[in-house]
Nanobody, 123 residues
Framework: EVHLVESGGGLVQAGGSLRLSCAAS????????IGWFRQAPGKEREGVSC?????NTYYEDSAKGRFTISSVRTTVYLEMNNLKPDDTAIYYC???????????????????WGQGTQVTVSS
């Protein structure tokens, strides 16, 4: 059974950094696409970044140049730098295999989800 647990969220000032972790169990991480998504109050869940089973990485436009996704053994990380108040949201990781072509940042394409971790960026 796929099991995902996020951690690393918190309160940070604008311009600061956080590293989110997604601890995976019950499956082989390298065989899956793992995505990071976020949902702000009153907004739809959106894709932030994804790393696919072949090691390719994808980023939502606002995350490019600021966020970095990486995978080490059973943990997928999201390094977030130069954080902005608009980054405030609950961040979720999700897993899927196989992932539909072109669906790297589409929440409904992912079937297994963690419980989320809150990120709050103050101005």
């Amino acid at each position: 059974e796929v099991h995902l647990v996020e951690s690393g969220g918190g309160l940070v000032q604008a311009g600061g950094s956080l590293r989110l972790s997604c601890a995976a169990s019950g499956f082989t991480v390298d065989d899956y696409a793992i995505g990071w998504f976020r949902q702000a109050p009153g907004k739809e869940r959106e894709g932030v970044s994804c790393i696919t089973s072949d090691g390719n990485t994808y980023y939502e436009d606002s995350a490019k140049g600021r966020f970095t996704i990486s995978s080490v053994r059973t943990t997928v990380y999201l390094e977030m730098n130069n954080l902005k108040p608009d980054d405030t949201a609950i961040y979720y990781c999700a897993a899927e295999e196989p992932l539909l072509f072109g669906a790297t940042l589409i929440p409904r394409a992912f079937g297994s989800w963690g419980q989320g971790t809150q990120v709050t960026v103050s101005s």
